[in-house]
């Protein structure tokens, strides 16, 4: 079975700062691996995934995440923090091998202060 | 629409109703998902279609749930018996399952279900 583990429920970070949030996955094969973020009131936007080759993927909004198989994380990264990048952020994975749902963390907020 | 269309946004029902929950995806998307996310959790898997049939529901927590795709388009999901603990935002996702933004899931805004 797939699994996340998102150890941190809160993050916060002053603006302009870089910011991380963590996240590791176990799956059998290898994995398919996404962020997601949440704004409140709305519904979960993805932000970018890994699914072969470069282990650095850059996606929306500078937010970049680095694929770590020896140590199964997939943490995401911003350089310099903004005030509108508070939200909640999920990360989630799934089996590369076969049709199997995309499996989430149980989330991090993130708060960017100014 | 542009993205994936969920009705009603906010439902609240007695214990013991019956509730029907419907999402419209994108147009072309042949994949169509249904989570559960309570407060302060992750979203949960439900169920998962693949055009018409369900491929995978292993996550209906029980046989209350249901969930249908008729015409591969539009889904219903559907909760007989509704008890408290039933209450949560249900998200909707489809997706493409080819080309490059394949995996990439596009979610509703959610309908928010309240149970008394």
């Known amino acids: 079975a797939q699994s996340v583990a998102q150890p941190e429920d809160q993050v916060n970070v002053a603006e302009g700062n870089p910011l991380t949030v963590k996240c590791t996955y176990s799956v059998s094969g290898n994995p398919y691996l996404f962020w997601y973020v949440q704004y409140p009131n709305r519904g979960l936007q993805f932000l970018l995934k890994y699914i072969t080759g470069d282990n650095l993927v850059k996606g929306s909004y500078g937010f970049e995440a680095e694929f770590n198989k020896s140590q199964t994380s997939f943490h995401l990264k911003k350089p310099s923090a903004l005030v509108s990048d508070s939200a909640l952020y999920f990360c989630a994975v799934r089996d590369a091998s076969g049709n199997t749902p995309l499996v989430f963390g149980k989330g991090t907020r993130l708060s960017v202060i100014a | 629409g542009a993205g994936v269309s969920q009705t009603p946004s906010n439902k609240v029902t007695e214990k013991g109703k019956y509730v029907e929950l419907r999402c419209d995806p994108i147009?072309?998307?042949?994949?169509l998902y249904w989570y559960r996310q309570s407060l302060g959790q992750g979203p949960e898997f439900l169920i998962y279609?693949?055009?018409?049939?369900?491929?995978?529901d292993s996550g209906l927590p029980n046989d209350r749930f249901f969930a249908v795709r008729p015409e591969g388009s539009v889904s219903t999901l559907k909760i007989q018996r509704t008890e408290r603990g039933d209450s949560a935002v249900y998200l909707c996702a489809s997706s493409l399952n080819s080309g490059s933004r394949a995996g990439e899931l596009f979610f509703g805004e959610g309908s928010r279900l309240t149970v008394l």
């Open positions: 279609f693949q055009g018409t049939g369900a491929a995978d």
């Open positions: 147009s072309g998307h042949t994949a």
